[in-house]
């Protein structure tokens, strides 16, 4: 099964928390034999002696075992993305920060391809709200799995999608503080793996 | 396509020549009309086909609560930093009425016992010389207090807070007596482990499905193992049908009660829906002993097992210049593929080295005194040399089989056949991992070996080798 991650950046140079968790539940779905790869719209990979460019200009490298595929910030058009995807034949798409990897999912949606939405803050609603639309909408309400970070992005964006389902998965980290990337990765396996399940 | 298909066929293919090897021609036609009745049994049980559907039970929207007593056995000696989270977890499970932890102590010297008075757990506590597997959880089964016990070991943990309801509602929804689960693997597990794992898990059909196992129609080691496979890693039994039956041997003591309840028409659960946290990244010479051990109670449990005929003299060769090889392959040909690259680069550059014929000449560089500190264990070099010391004759090297290299070649292609599930490209962390792991299955492979040896060999090869035999059986 392969699984595409599609995250906003992704700096091996330096990491945020989001970068962190990717790589970690990248590395976790590979370990349980997945087969994974990032796509990233930004990423500084100096310390990475392994970049190539491939012919859609598109950079590749490896980072600690897992592949990356980074856009670098160009646009380009949607029969390129379309091509991408095709390309890499996801059985799943996992999405971090949905509205900076826009384009990216709606053709994915249009390919037919499954996603899981994970938002991780709640400021960027705020920030993109006048620009939801009919097609936004239908984005969220589309995917396989909307899971929100916390109880307060859950809130921030059940109040523009009424009745989207929102799962919160990590905040049991925060309350419990005992969650492993184990336990994570094996919640994220069962959304991925299981049609339609709960966790 | 086409691809796939002929890496397939190359790892059937090794795997025929190394039992060609191994057992001769004869044997090897009498287990092809084996796996040929196999087959056809199989098909004609299909209309009872086991599998099920893979699913959570827990998306019953009215998922019943259990209203019994879940009773977690766990034999334990300095179960380390994370035994605390292990009963966090256990005393997290939700839809059951109550859940009781029964610790089976043998000598701890670390915090574990105050771990487990902190979640309340009951604390048996038996001299360390007493311990054996079965000793430890027969009596653990003995004080419970639930109509239900689960065998978990002191380093698997708990997924999530319904794993115990979903294991109880299988053996229930099944009509089973026991149900086992797959394993999710940790962050720190190696290419070994996976790959080993990987195929267990395709051997009991559990990889995408769940089974409920029942006797088989033909009674060979194959079928029973893959019908009869409980784990202790995490094993739920009802209470009345375990304590009937007991565990009874030191060792393989869930492999030998599963096959005694099928064998008494009894069905049993393996789900893959819910998995238990659980891996290891040990070291080579760990495996070697215990392959020398597993060897040993297989041959109790099944009358039919496999024995390999080979002489200490002629293993002794074998062990000591395979090793030799392994240094040569590994350092002057495998770490000269350039990275990153592409599987199929990998894939084609690794079987053209594991195809090409070497001379013993060649890799005299890399002999017994290399030590090659990136992948080997100080333990399995010393065990080499002693293996080296053990014997002075010499063998004819024109006569030598050469069974090890043949069954580390057909272990290379099994690796290559699970890594083109999950690589698309490689680069050097995962050539590091790849490098290990050769090292890994030649050491298990030396200890079935030097088992069957043992087994089957002379009185003087008994002789010789009863100092390595005592030394392998400690601590597995």
């Known amino acids: 099964m392969k699984i595409l991650y599609l995250v906003e ?110 938002l991780c803050d709640k400021y960027l609603i705020n920030e993109h709200i006048k620009a939801i639309d009919h097609s936004f909408k239908d984005i969220f309400f589309s995917a396989k799995k909307v899971i929100a970070l916390n109880l307060s992005v859950k809130k921030s964006y059940e109040k523009y999608f009424q009745d989207l389902k929102i799962t919160i998965l990590h905040e049991e980290v925060a309350n419990k503080n005992f969650l492993t990337i184990e336990q994570i990765a094996y919640k994220y396996e069962r959304i991925y793996r299981i049609k339609d399940s709960k966790l | 396509m086409l691809n796939k298909y002929i890496r397939t066929f190359s790892m059937y293919f090794q795997g025929t020549v190394w039992y060609i090897k191994a ?75 109550d859940i009781e932890i029964i610790i089976v102590d043998s000598g701890s010297s670390d915090s574990t016992l105050e771990i487990s008075k902190r979640y309340k757990a009951k604390i048996i506590q038996i001299p360390p010389e007493k311990f054996t597997h079965s000793y430890s959880r027969n009596l653990g089964a003995e004080n419970t207090e639930g109509n239900y016990i689960l065998f978990m070991t002191q380093d698997a943990c708990p997924p999530n807070d319904t794993w115990i309801y979903e294991l109880l509602s299988a053996l229930e929804n099944t009509g089973s007596v026991a149900v086992s689960c797959a394993e999710f693997q940790r962050s720190d597990s190696d290419l070994f482990y996976r790959v080993i794992s990987w195929r267990h898990s395709r051997i009991l059909g559990i990889d995408s499905n769940d089974r409920i196992l029942k006797k088989p129609v033909i009674e060979d080691v194959t079928s029973l193992r893959k019908n009869g496979q409980l784990s202790d890693v995490a094993c739920l039994i009802m209470k009345d049908v375990f304590l009937k039956y007991k565990h009874r041997t030191n060792y393989a003591e869930d492999l030998d009660l599963g096959i005694r309840l099928v064998r008494d028409g009894f069905k ?104 090659n500190k990136n ?49 698309e490209e490689i680069d050097e962390h995962m050539l590091e991992d790849f490098k290990a792991s050769i090292y890994k299955f030649f050491a298990s492979s030396c200890g079935r070996f030097l088992s069957s040896c043992y087994i089957a060999g002379t009185d003087e090869d008994k002789d010789m080798l009863k100092e390595v035999y005592h030394e392998l059986f400690k601590g597995v």
Request: charged share 25%; proline share 2%.
């Open chain 2, 268 to 371: 049993l659960v393996l789900v893959s829906s819910a998995k238990v946290i659980h891996s290891h990244n040990r070291d080579a010479y760990y495996y070697l002993k215990r392959e020398f051990v597993e060897t040993f109670f297989l041959k109790d449990i099944f009358k039919n097992f496999d024995i390999l005929p080979i002489e200490f003299s002629s293993l002794r060769f074998e062990i000591i210049n395979t090793y030799c090889l392994i240094n040569y392959v590994v350092d002057d040909k495998i770490s000269t593929i350039e990275l990153p690259c592409k599987f199929d680069e990998f894939y084609n550059s690794i079987t053209k080295i594991i195809n090409s014929e070497y001379t013993y000449e060649i890799f005299k560089n890399y002999g017994i005194n290399y030590q």
């Open chain 2, 23 to 97: 057992y001769g021609i004869k044997m090897f036609l009498r287990k092809l009309r084996h796996e040929a009745k196999l087959i056809l049994s199989s098909f004609f049980e299909r209309g009872n086909e086991a599998r099920r559907k893979l699913i959570s039970f827990y998306e019953d929207e009215e998922a019943s609560f259990f209203d019994d007593i879940v009773s977690v056995i766990i034999p334990t000696k300095n179960a380390g930093s994370e035994f605390e989270q292990i009963l966090y977890m256990i005393r997290s499970q939700k839809g059951i009425k």
């Open chain 2, 375 to 423: 992948y080997n264990d100080e333990n399995l070099l010393a065990f080499i040399k002693k293996i080296m010391e053990l014997n002075s004759v010499v063998v004819d090297t024109s006569s030598n089989k050469g069974l090890l290299i043949a069954k580390l070649r057909y272990s290379i292609c099994l690796i290559l056949e699970y890594m083109k599930g999950c690589y």
């Open chain 1, 9 to 118: 950046q992704f700096n091996p140079d330096s990491f945020t928390d989001i970068e962190v968790f990717t790589y970690e539940l990248c590395l976790m779905m590979q370990k349980n034999g997945y087969n994974v790869k990032i796509i990233t719209c930004f990423s500084s990979y100096n310390t990475c002696n392994n970049k190539r460019i491939n012919k859609n200009h598109f950079v590749e490298f490896i980072y600690k075992g897992i592949p990356i595929l980074n856009l670098d910030g160009k646009e380009f058009q949607i029969k390129v993305l379309k091509d991408l995807i095709r390309k890499e034949n996801p059985d799943v798409i996992h999405v971090e920060y949905p509205f900076r990897t826009i384009e990216l999912i709606k053709v994915t949606k249009e390919l037919g391809i499954p996603y899981v939405l994970n």
